[in-house]
């Protein structure tokens, strides 16, 4: 079966959050549980060259790839924005660098998370998001030359 | 006797919570649905009406640049200014209006103490104290300088508590000690430090004082003169001021002999390319045209704590503190962080299993702001182990049913997420 677009996938969740309507704690309730279904990060791949920091929460990622797609692990000492995660692995992991590489990721805001993408040092998500963005714009690059 | 005629006692009314509340517009909205309750009063307090007003009312009557101007505006918007610094004067007890310098806030102020007194004093192998509950700004400002001169930082340890070990201090303390910078109250943990018996063992030591009081200047009685601080540092906007507001109280002796430490406009007597001299103080330190507007405002601040009077405030943030170490000690796996002997304004806490930014997350969900972290004292922290709390910071408009609500809430957080 083939990986539905990242639109496609970031449309789903949209609808999936418009249950809550503005009920911010039911959201976080959520993406607490999502938290808990995103498997562990293994302890060898928490490392310094993984780690994304936050000024509060820290973030691993690692990516591999296969042919021209990337597929994400991914872990957070916090679970709020572990859960977040889980989601942008969701909509990004096993698509095509390309893709990833020039995805507008509207989601977040469509789902009122965009405190978590914004100007305040609080946490390393939106650190994440460039390092997942940067991560395929070079698989891309290597793919096309 | 008609008891319709006997006269109601006119009791005074010292302390009417809600008309205080009613002041603050800001605290009157939701947020996420919910009714706000703020408990981020540590990093900024919520400013009065009165505060806000005066902000418009200067653009709106008197906005002008001041000290040099000749017209009617120059000289309204001057004795607004200059009104503030008598009134600050008055507010810590400062011997002379000269005395009080303007600044951006506190961490401004330490730079500015720790660049101009540093710079003209501090030598090789000199030696500066600080304290293991610094907030970042009175570390660093030191280290910058203390790199520069050669000089080196020692460090007073705290117990288990998060009480000042002064043992230590007394050990520290020795002929090449130039100066102690210490905090008042701490930010992260809300302990009351013994400033008092610090300045004078460093004045017997002949080394100077610097007293951090960001946070004391809301939940203190400050009188310089009493303590006999050689400097003072505080903001504006942790006691109801604007923000962009701080001063630096010195005595007069040091300041004058301090060299200045920015070059601009209003700090200069004369400028020919060959010399310049410079103003008298305190205008030698305020280079630039100042945040005027603000530090007019900043005064109707000062009247706003001298209208409720500083006494009855301390009355009521002790009630509050009090109340919320009882009521968040029932919550399961809550550990307080900071349970020194003497306390203001601030419970921080870590509860087990659950990180600090996740808790602050789900209170916002709640409407509840707190602030979670480490509070930019990562030396404190790592001190205690942790990476960081979340702290509760309490203020005149704040009540027990705000804390009752952090403390249910707390209670739902601890059972979804542990």
């Known amino acids: 079966m083939t990986k539905p677009s990242i639109n496609t996938l970031q449309d789903e969740i949209i609808e999936e959050f418009s249950l809550f309507e503005n009920d911010q704690h039911a959201k976080l309730e959520y993406i607490f549980d999502l938290s808990k279904q995103l498997p562990d990060l293994e302890e060898e791949h928490k490392v310094e060259d993984n780690l994304i920091k936050g000024c509060q929460s820290k973030v691993w990622l690692i990516s591999e790839r296969e042919d021209d797609r990337l597929k994400y692990k991914a872990d957070s000492n916090t679970a709020i924005t572990k859960g977040l995660i889980a989601l942008l692995i969701r909509v990004l992991s096993e698509q095509r660098a390309e893709e990833i590489a020039k995805a507008d990721l509207y989601f977040i805001e469509k789902i009122g998370m965009s405190q978590f993408i914004g100007s305040q040092r609080s946490n ?22 | 006797m008609n008891s319709s005629s006997v006269p109601t006692e006119t009791k005074p009314k010292a302390f009417d919570i809600d008309r205080i509340r009613a002041q603050f517009p800001v605290l009157h909205q939701e947020v996420n649905g919910q009714q706000l309750v703020y408990f981020d009063n540590a990093a900024t307090t919520q400013k009065p009406k009165v505060v806000l007003d005066a902000l418009t009312d200067y653009y709106q009557t008197m906005n002008a640049n001041i000290h040099r101007g000749v017209h009617t505006l120059a000289d309204r918007a001057t004795a607004a200014f200059e009104a503030t610094r008598e009134s600050i004067r008055g507010f810590i007890n400062a011997g002379e209006k000269e005395e009080i310098i303007f600044t951006k806030g506190t961490t401004d102020g330490i730079n500015l103490v720790a ?62 000690t130039r100066l102690v910078s210490v905090v008042q109250v701490s930010n992260a943990l809300g302990t009351i430090n013994p400033v008092k018996e610090i300045i004078e063992k460093a004045h017997n030591a002949g080394a100077l004082v610097v007293v951090d009081g960001a946070q004391s200047s809301s939940h203190l009685t400050i009188d310089v003169q009493a303590l006999d601080c050689d400097f003072f540092v505080f ?37 020919t390319f060959e010399k310049t001299t410079f103003n008298e103080i305190p205008y030698k330190f305020e280079a630039g045209t100042p945040n005027i507007a603000d530090i007019v405002g900043l005064k109707f601040a000062v009247d706003f704590i001298n209208s409720l009077g500083k006494e009855n405030i301390i009355a009521h943030e002790e009630m509050l503190l009090d109340y919320a170490h009882e009521k968040l000690s029932s919550i399961p796996g809550l550990r307080f962080i900071g349970t020194a002997r003497n306390k203001a304004g601030v419970v921080s806490f870590v509860i087990e299993g ?23 004292t990562q030396p404190l922290m790592a001190r205690f182990g942790i990476d960081g709390t979340a702290r509760a910071s309490f203020s005149v408009y704040n009540t027990t049913e705000e804390i009752d609500r952090l403390a249910e809430s707390l209670q739902g957080i601890v059972k979804m997420m542990s």
């Open chain 2, 115 to 176: 660049s101009s007194w540093g710079r003209a004093n501090l030598q090789k192998g000199d030696e500066v104290i600080i304290s293991t509950l610094e907030h970042h700004s009175n570390i660093v400002p030191w280290q910058i300088i203390c790199e520069e001169k050669g000089a080196v930082i020692k460090v007073i340890p705290v117990d288990d508590n998060g009480d000042l070990i002064i043992e230590e201090f007394n050990k520290l303390l020795s002929p090449k």
């Open chain 2, 354 to 376: 659950i990180h600090h930014f996740d808790i602050g997350m789900m209170l916002d969900a709640k409407g509840i702001a707190i602030r979670t972290g480490h509070h930019c």
């Open chain 1, 124 to 145: 390393g998500f939106a650190n994440m998001i460039n390092k997942m963005k940067l991560e395929a714009a070079i698989a891309y690059k290597d793919i096309v030359s």
């Open chain 2, 235 to 271: 903001s504006g906007h942790k006691m109801y001021g604007p923000t962009g507001t701080g001063i630096v109280y010195g005595k007069r002796r040091l300041l004058e002999v301090m060299p200045p430490y920015q070059g601009g406009g209003e700090m200069i007597k004369e400028v």
